[in-house]
């Protein structure tokens, strides 16, 4: 069965460009000069079908006609959008969307009764959490975190942090996700106010079968990935607390992502051999450490791991578009020592700048970019940098994003399509759950999907993945949440032990 998704391809027609009534049925109708339901009379229908029955006679009349006047409606906004499809390209995003329909569908697999002693006893141990993780800050004052304390703690660790153009240091998740790369002593601070600040278990959606489900949100964002809500998904809030996935009785999960992804895709959309060779050697950057000189030949992780690290952190900031500048926070050191690793980078896999480059000069003239797929960003006019809808530096990463997403989405059709439950995609990963008996043939097929969904995107060129798996009873673990998950549950037993009792 085909499916076309006028979603979707209103998505990619209108990428990056102003939508002034929004992206929904109405505001596509509009944008084509449509008529449609008014805004007004469209919510007062949805919450009469949301408020369930019993409804009088009159009332079932109005959500009918309310139903039917949205079937003549997508029949008008077709006709409209017809000439703008690209139908093989189309199709291909509206299978993603029957992919989609089963993994909301299928939903991850909690601990119900772990979340509902988290959800009881959270604000308990609020306290001793903060004064626990704080004895290394000293930052917070009662449950405020200090941003002037905070200040005073990174100067004497001569540590330089990002600012906002007020001057203030830059406090929000992002920040602090990306420096706790660099210094790994800030990352229990960061689960904190990560904790603090976007936990609300109440809005956690999980179902009376101990299923977490939500809408995927596909195609919002402007590389075309998944933008599910981050406080009813398992993988928006805090990372400790993913630790309540769990498989059920008789079953496991396994977490499947591909390695280096961003890394292989740049290999091999740019066709830079060196760059291949770092890719295919299983470690890129220890071999682009290698390459530029600053490791021997025969030099290993273990005795060089702070400089591939180094060169690590270089090689992403490149994919992400940074520039000496940024790439100096990130590393804790000189724009001087971040601008000579760029310019080794540039030495090393020149092809790839030639390829890099003219993706951002493309962008400049056409005012847009694309995907191998089709899917795509428009800069919008005026074409002037201080004015784009996109930044002029994310258009160096879009090739890598957006035909990561593109891979994830035909991972996901070709996994599904061969029985494979898929519970989540998350980013550049796929969460799957099968029965013992069944579960290494579902990481086999998925690890075939991922395999076959890259050589698709890269002309034949198949990155690896690698799976972690969790049998029942135990649960899924990420070792950047491990501390905390314990930490919590340690506190949980010494302050309300009657929490673990129940």
């Given amino acids: 069965m085909y ?47 949301l408020r369930g029955g019993p409804w009088t006679a009159a009332e079932r009349r109005a959500l009918l006609m309310y139903c039917e006047s949205d079937v003549v409606a997508l029949r008008k906004l077709l006709s409209a959008m017809a000439p703008h499809l690209v139908l093989p390209q189309a199709l291909l995003r509206g299978r993603f969307m029957k992919a989609a329909a089963q993994m909301e569908w299928h939903g991850v697999p909690i601990d119900v009764e772990a979340l509902g002693i988290l959800r009881t006893y959270w604000e308990d141990i609020q306290d001793q959490l903060i004064a626990y993780v704080d004895t290394a800050y000293g930052v917070f004052e009662g449950r405020t975190f200090k941003a002037h304390r905070w200040e005073q703690w990174l100067a004497a660790r001569d540590i330089s942090w990002p600012r906002l153009p007020s001057g203030m240091l830059a406090l929000d998740h992002d920040t602090f996700k990306t420096m706790a790369r660099t210094y790994p002593q800030i990352n229990p601070l960061r689960e904190l106010r990560a904790s603090l600040l976007q936990m609300r278990l109440e809005q956690l959606a999980v179902g009376t079968d101990g299923r977490n489900r939500t809408l995927l949100s596909a195609f919002r964002a402007k590389t075309g990935r998944n933008q599910p809500s981050n406080t009813k ?81 270089c090689a992403l900031a490149v994919q992400y578009g940074m520039g000496a500048a940024s790439l100096a926070l990130r590393l804790g050191q000189s724009p001087t020592v971040a601008g000579v690793l760029l310019e080794r980078h540039r030495k090393a896999y020149p092809q790839f700048w030639r390829w890099s480059d003219s993706a951002v000069d493309y962008a400049m003239i056409h005012s847009r970019l694309h995907t191998v797929f089709g899917w795509t960003v428009h800069l919008g006019p005026p074409i002037d940098p201080q004015h784009l809808a996109v930044n002029p530096r994310a258009l160096r990463n879009f090739p890598m994003q957006a035909n990561g997403a593109e891979m994830l989405r035909l991972a996901c059709c070709l996994a599904t399509e061969r029985g494979i439950h898929v519970c989540a995609p998350i980013h550049d990963a796929l969460l799957i759950e099968a029965p013992l008996d069944d579960l290494d043939h579902a990481i086999a097929e998925t690890h075939c999907a991922m395999a076959d969904a890259s050589a698709a995107v890269l002309s034949g060129f198949a990155l690896r993945s690698e799976a972690k798996v969790f049998l029942y009873p135990g649960r899924y673990q990420d070792e950047r949440g491990t501390h905390m ?18």
């Fill in 485 to 502: 998950w314990s930490l919590v549950w340690e506190l949980l037993r010494e302050h309300v032990p009657e929490a673990i009792r129940a």
């Fill in 233 to 313: 998904c398992i993988f928006g809030p805090a990372v400790w607390l993913r630790h309540l996935i769990r498989a059920e009785p008789g079953s496991g999960v396994a977490y499947l992502d591909w390695s280096q992804q961003e890394f292989g895709i740049a290999a091999a959309l740019s066709g830079d051999p060196a760059m291949l060779e770092a890719y295919c050697s299983g470690d890129p950057y220890l071999t682009f450490a290698k390459q530029a000189g600053a490791i021997p030949p025969d030099g290993i992780k273990a005795r060089y791991g702070a400089i591939r690290e180094q060169y690590k952190t």
């Fill in 3 to 49: 499916v076309l998704d006028l979603f979707a391809e209103f998505r990619v027609l209108a990428n990056g460009l102003p939508t002034p009534y929004g992206q929904s049925l109405l505001g596509a109708l509009t944008y084509f000069g449509l008529d449609g339901l008014d805004a007004i009379e469209k919510e007062e229908m949805r919450q009469l079908a």
